[in-house]
């Protein structure tokens, strides 16, 4: 006959039905998934990884020749090395003046910089393998000149809305790039976790953060209602990060990231709502400026009705 077996562990044991039911229905957190929202390759990534390669080659050559020259190829080496730091900068400072509808035009032209010193590293090369000025310069110039038309200029003016005043948008560009380096500094402060789950979860949040610094940009006067979420939320966000970095990188303690992953889930909700009102506000304020303007029509007896203004 068969006999129904029941122990300890097993489910069938009637002493412990609530146990098993709990094990079985018990919901499972689910894994914090790699978040790429809001995220791009860069651009000209493997481009600017070459122009810190090229370089390395002349350090590994330059103390085979005599003391003068190795100079000379060291230095040109060194300057590559510096122009290729100073573009990459550069092309993220342009990324980010792109990505913003209100931007102030970067305060140091790093990409120009960069093309100047491409010109004088080339020419220090060119000039310490042959001791001819003449052709180090045209070399020098060629290699600047292909930089500058290769990457392009920095961005040489300040970008803003139409039929918004400069105070309103310098307002806007400063908030949004004091907000910028909070986020920054929380991206520091993260990677020292030594956590890839909580890195994508630190994107997904800033990826939040930035839908509304394109909100603010989009209608200035939104900035008033935005102003602490851009100042003192931002800096708590930052300021908690920090602290949770330094304690989970000593004990590595799962309830202090379970923590900390509730704030960060509480902090990306009201960031969010936050926006979504200031949407829906907008909407309201477009409302009443079509209600005006239908009013106005009327008055001088042209009588527009909603229909004719959609028809339009």
């Given at each position: 006959?068969?006999?129904?077996?029941?122990?300890?562990?097993?489910?069938?044991?009637?002493?412990?039905?609530?146990?098993?039911?709990?094990?079985?229905?018990?919901?499972?957190?689910?894994?914090?998934?790699?978040?790429?929202?809001g995220?791009?390759?860069?651009?000209?990534?493997?481009?600017?990884?070459?122009l810190?390669?090229?370089?390395?080659?002349?350090?590994?050559?330059?103390?085979?020749?005599?003391?003068?020259?190795?100079?000379?190829?060291?230095?040109?080496?060194?300057?590559?090395?510096?122009?290729?730091?100073?573009?990459?900068?550069?092309?993220?400072?342009?990324?980010?003046?792109?990505e913003?509808?209100?931007?102030?035009?970067?305060?140091?032209?790093?990409?120009?910089?960069?093309?100047?010193?491409?010109?004088?590293?080339?020419?220090?090369?060119?000039?310490?393998?042959?001791?001819?000025?003449?052709?180090?310069?045209?070399?020098?110039?060629?290699?600047?000149?292909?930089?500058?038309?290769?990457?392009?200029?920095?961005?040489?003016?300040?970008?803003?809305?139409?039929?918004?005043?400069?105070?309103?948008?310098?307002?806007?560009?400063?908030?949004?790039?004091?907000?910028?380096?909070?986020?920054?500094?929380?991206?520091?402060?993260?990677?020292?976790?030594r956590?890839?789950?909580?890195?994508?979860?630190?994107?997904?949040?800033?990826?939040?953060?930035?839908?509304?610094?394109?909100?603010?940009?989009?209608?200035?006067?939104?900035?008033t209602?935005?102003?602490?979420?851009?100042?003192?939320?931002?800096?708590?966000?930052?300021?908690?990060?920090?602290?949770?970095?330094?304690?989970?990188?000593?004990?590595?303690?799962?309830?202090?990231?379970?923590?900390?992953?509730?704030?960060?889930?509480?902090?990306?909700?009201?960031?969010?709502?936050?926006?979504?009102?200031?949407?829906?506000?907008?909407?309201?304020?477009?409302?009443?400026?079509?209600?005006?303007?239908?009013?106005?029509?009327?008055?001088?007896?042209?009588?527009?009705?909603?229909?004719d203004?959609?028809?339009?």
């Amino acid at each position: 006959m068969a006999k129904r077996y029941g122990g300890e562990f097993s489910p069938a044991d009637t002493g412990n039905d609530a146990t098993a039911r709990d094990r079985v229905t018990a919901p499972v957190p689910p894994p914090l998934e790699a978040s790429f929202k809001g995220r791009s390759p860069a651009r000209h990534g493997a481009k600017i990884n070459l122009l810190f390669i090229a370089p390395l080659g002349v350090f590994l050559t330059a103390f085979f020749q005599p003391t003068v020259a190795m100079a000379t190829d060291l230095a040109g080496g060194a300057v590559l090395l510096l122009a290729a730091w100073l573009l990459r900068d550069g092309i993220r400072a342009e990324d980010a003046y792109n990505e913003r509808k209100v931007a102030r035009r970067p305060a140091i032209p790093r990409k120009i910089f960069a093309s100047a010193l491409t010109a004088a590293g080339v020419g220090l090369l060119v000039f310490g393998g042959q001791w001819n000025l003449v052709t180090a310069v045209i070399a020098g110039a060629v290699a600047g000149a292909l930089h500058l038309f290769i990457f392009e200029p920095d961005p040489m003016k300040d970008k803003g809305l139409d039929g918004v005043d400069n105070f309103q948008t310098n307002r806007v560009a400063r908030k949004v790039e004091e907000a910028e380096t909070l986020l920054e500094a929380m991206k520091d402060a993260i990677l020292r976790a030594r956590d890839r789950q909580l890195e994508t979860r630190v994107d997904g949040f800033q990826a939040t953060v930035r839908q509304m610094f394109r909100t603010v940009e989009e209608d200035p006067r939104d900035l008033t209602d935005a102003r602490r979420y851009l100042g003192v939320y931002l800096q708590g966000a930052r300021d908690a990060t920090v602290k949770f970095a330094d304690l989970y990188g000593r004990n590595r303690d799962p309830d202090v990231r379970a923590d900390y992953v509730q704030l960060l889930d509480d902090l990306e909700t009201n960031f969010s709502a936050r926006t979504q009102k200031m949407l829906i506000d907008d909407r309201g304020d477009l409302d009443v400026e079509i209600e005006v303007l239908r009013d106005r029509l009327n008055r001088d007896n042209l009588h527009i009705t909603s229909k004719d203004i959609h028809h339009d």
